[in-house]
């Protein structure tokens, strides 16, 4: 090994960084490849429900839009490192990470929506957008604006993502509608129903705008593929992007890389997964600002968030579950390679690895259970109502779980000699060692 100029050995061996690169890209070339597959059959069940609006047709369409967020996924863990989901050149923020996955959605401006206390005028107060025009007089559906893939671009003039009218989310509000409660209300003190939202087949048979919320399903969704495709080609073999991230010729270059991967998994752990998709809403009751809150998916949305994680460290790529039994069936593009886990016990660095194992495993406990509660009819808007809110709760658990994880994140980095935070501490406004407490925005 080098001499890193005090005397000892170095911890970084750039044939073994190498290997963790490689693996990296590979998993990340698998799962959006993935995504991108899973994303084009969710636009054939589209056209399908499209040419015979059935009962049948559209449950096919839901069964393949959850199908399409479970590669998905697992592959947040590339973001907050300029990788081609959030850069197009790997220096600007300027990738297509909003258009695909952004939420809370502005569906006031898409279609009808029922106000009450999670959802009332601050949710439809939307500045400068080409469809929001005289609330609710006007919106995408009952207007006569021609839906197209320019128009569904505009989505960044507002200060916040309210008027955010594109990606996988927009197509879960036209497909499930909105998540209301038992009596009907959108208010967070009545009763929750425990499905998701129940929009009537009616809506795309015999209703005058049938038409125009197909059509708009259909362009979000070929807009969707494009933008997904370009994510995947920055990860293929010779993509300019990928021969960029595998290259670490230098210990300093090394070092930077295994800081973008780390970067990754400790941003998306605390700031992102357990603050902004965890706690805001679980802090506040707030139905609206769960993650998947049309279909009651967030489950699966934490769950394999955390697990694109393990992936980073473990080395691995499992595939994913195509018919919602909790298990990965689709493994064609499945990867097994070399990992940071791999890294730490070829380095001698056994003590932090043992510690992130034991995180990680404390972590997948509380996304198990957050998914097994769902499963049995109690799924996350339900978890986070007032009266449930509290220590054994696995919503309070997991945010905490990830929170130390971040933590020993920062330890492998620190391990690795590498300088500079690897948890972004301005990733989210929550204060996750205390889950309870409300964030300030």
Same mark, same amino acid.
């Given at each position: ?27 990340? @070339? ?39 967020? =479970? ?27 909003? $258009? ?62 309210? $008027? ?108 992102? @997964? ?74 001698? @660095? ?6 992130? =194992?034991?995180?990680?495993? =404390? ?79």
């Amino acid at each position: 090994d080098p001499d890193n100029g005090n005397g000892s050995a170095s911890v970084i061996n750039l044939d073994n960084v190498q290997k963790v690169l490689n693996t990296n890209a590979d998993i990340a @070339l698998a799962a959006y490849e993935d995504s991108v597959d899973t994303a084009k059959t969710l636009q054939t069940a589209i056209a399908t429900f499209a040419g015979e609006p059935t009962q049948a047709n559209l449950d096919a369409a839901k069964s393949a839009w959850l199908a399409a967020r =479970e590669p998905y996924g697992q592959t947040e863990v590339y973001r907050f490192r300029l990788s081609p989901i959030d850069s197009t050149d790997y220096t600007n923020e300027d990738g297509p990470e909003g $258009d695909i996955n952004a939420w809370p959605l502005g569906e006031a401006l898409i279609d009808y929506v029922v106000e009450g206390n999670d959802f009332g005028d601050d949710q439809v107060a939307v500045t400068e957008h080409a469809t929001g025009v005289n609330y609710p007089a006007m919106n995408i559906i009952n207007s006569d604006v021609e839906i197209t893939k320019e128009l569904i671009s505009n989505t960044a003039t507002a200060e916040d993502e309210k $008027d955010v009218i594109a990606g996988y989310h927009a197509i879960e509000f036209m497909l499930w509608g909105q998540d209301l409660n038992l009596d009907g209300s959108a208010d967070t003190l009545e009763a929750r129903d425990s499905s998701g939202g129940q929009r009537p087949l009616t809506d795309f048979t015999s209703d005058q705008y049938a038409a125009r919320r197909l059509q708009f399903m259909a362009v979000v969704a070929e807009k969707l593929i494009e933008d997904l495709e370009s994510v995947r080609d920055g990860w293929a073999e010779g993509a300019a992007y990928r021969a960029a991230f595998t290259s670490a010729p230098d210990e300093a270059t090394a070092k930077q890389k295994l800081a973008e991967i780390l970067t990754g998994m400790g941003t998306l752990s605390e700031g992102e @997964l357990a603050g902004e998709r965890m706690q805001i809403a679980f802090s506040a009751n707030s139905q609206e600002d769960e993650h998947s809150c049309f279909s009651d998916n967030t489950h699966r949305d934490i769950w394999l968030n955390a697990e694109g994680v393990a992936n980073s460290y473990y080395g691995v790529y499992a595939g994913y579950d195509s018919d919602d039994d909790g298990t990965d069936d689709m493994t064609a593009r499945a990867v097994d390679g070399y990992g940071i886990d791999d890294y730490l016990t070829d380095a001698g @660095l056994d003590a932090v690895k043992a510690e992130m =194992e034991a995180a990680l495993a =404390e972590t997948e406990t509380q996304y198990m259970a957050i998914d097994q509660s769902a499963r049995a009819g109690t799924p996350v808007d339900n978890l986070i109502q007032t009266a449930v809110r509290n220590a054994d709760n696995p919503m309070y658990k997991g945010i905490l779980a990830l929170n130390a994880q971040s933590t020993v994140i920062a330890n492998i980095a620190t391990a690795l000699t590498i300088d500079g935070d690897v948890v972004d501490p301005d990733a989210s406004v929550c204060d996750t060692t205390d889950p309870a407490t409300e964030c300030e925005e």
